[in-house]
T-cell receptor, first 113, second 114 residues
Framework: EADIYQTPRYLVIGTGKKITLECSQTMGHDKMYWYQQDPGMELHLIHYSYGVNSTEKGDLSSESTVSRIRTEHFPLTLESARPSHTSQYLC????????????FGSGTQLSVL | AQSVTQLGSHVSVSEGALVLLRCNYSSSVPPYLFWYVQYPNQGLQLLLKYTTGATLVKGINGFEAEFKKSETSFHLTKPSAHMSDAAEYFCAVTWGGGGFKTIFGAGTRLFVKA
């Protein structure tokens, strides 16, 4: 089910650069999410959206920002990347309702040097 | 605070052996329970979920899980492991009334030996 797409798959950048991680889904889902995943750790929710023009911060504090101008698009931006931002970022979407499954993208592995 | 605990960051079984991956949660309200699998270089995909009704849930690839409210557990099992089952497995819990309160466990990496 490759209906949620993340680009780039891998990104290596220098400290201080501005980056945007792209996420798009073709399923018409209103809910979208960004999770941060580190090896051996649980996934942490950093941002989510109920729909267009709706964005909220998740449980894990993050210096990133998100926007939701279109239903299918939910990009994540870091204004000034730092080595502490090195991580795997996973985008997901779901239908309405707390018992609906999440559809995940393949992730973006970010390395900040 | 609500939490999800997966016992064992790594589990190793022989091909054909029983797979048992443990998940416990803490919750004061009835939860919705999920198991996701992540293969290398891929995103997570749903194995199975429990919402209401029958407490034994069957999922894809021969996996099943049983919700035990008294034990606050949702362990994942498969009678006979296959090499293709080698992956990372995540237990997740969502509490009703807050669809975004999905909490994931730290994951269990399953190794299958030939």
């Amino acid at each position: 089910e490759a209906d949620i797409y993340q680009t780039p798959r891998y990104l290596v950048i220098g400290t201080g650069k501005k980056i945007t991680l792209e996420c798009s889904q073709t399923m018409g889902h209103d809910k979208m999410y960004w999770y941060q995943q580190d090896p051996g750790m649980e996934l942490h929710l950093i941002h989510y959206s109920y729909g267009v023009n709706s964005t909220e911060k998740g449980d894990l504090s993050s210096e990133s920002t998100v926007s939701r101008i279109r239903t299918e698009h939910f990009p994540l931006t870091l204004e000034s990347a730092r080595p502490s931002h090195t991580s795997q970022y996973l985008c997901a979407s779901s239908e309405a309702g707390p018992n609906e499954k999440l559809f995940f993208g393949s992730g973006t592995q970010l390395s900040v040097l | 605070a609500q939490s999800v605990t997966q016992l064992g960051s790594h589990v190793s079984v022989s091909e054909g052996a029983l797979v048992l991956l443990r998940c416990n949660y803490s919750s004061s309200v009835p939860p919705y329970l999920f198991w996701y699998v992540q293969y290398p270089n891929q995103g997570l995909q749903l194995l199975l979920k429990y919402t209401t009704g029958a407490t034994l849930v069957k999922g894809i690839n021969g996996f099943e899980a049983e919700f035990k409210k008294s034990e606050t557990s949702f362990h994942l099992t498969k009678p006979s492991a296959h090499m293709s089952d080698a992956a990372e497995y995540f237990c997740a819990v969502t509490w009703g009334g807050g669809g975004f309160k999905t909490i994931f466990g730290a994951g269990t990496r399953l190794f299958v030996k030939a």
